[in-house]
């Protein structure tokens, strides 16, 4: 899937996109639909205590809204 194709694994932490923490729940949602299906996201996430930044590519889900 696409977390897959992310290397987002069972465990991560997201915690921004681009360098600017969440500050709320909300703020990713409002990323996806703002690059828009088929767009790329900068995801910045914590995996075993590490800082790691990666690029995932946003699609369309099955009720056509946005998802990395």
Avoid: K, W, Y
Wanted: with cysteine; hydrophobic share 50%.
């Amino acid at each position: 899937g696409a977390a897959e194709a992310a290397r987002i694994m069972i465990g991560d932490v997201l915690i921004g996109i681009g360098g600017q923490l969440f500050s709320s729940p909300q703020d990713l949602s409002r990323a996806l639909r703002h690059v828009g299906a088929g767009g790329r996201l900068a995801i910045d996430l914590v995996r075993g205590g590490q800082l790691i930044a990666c690029q995932v590519a946003v699609g369309a889900n099955m009720s056509g809204t946005e998802a990395a």
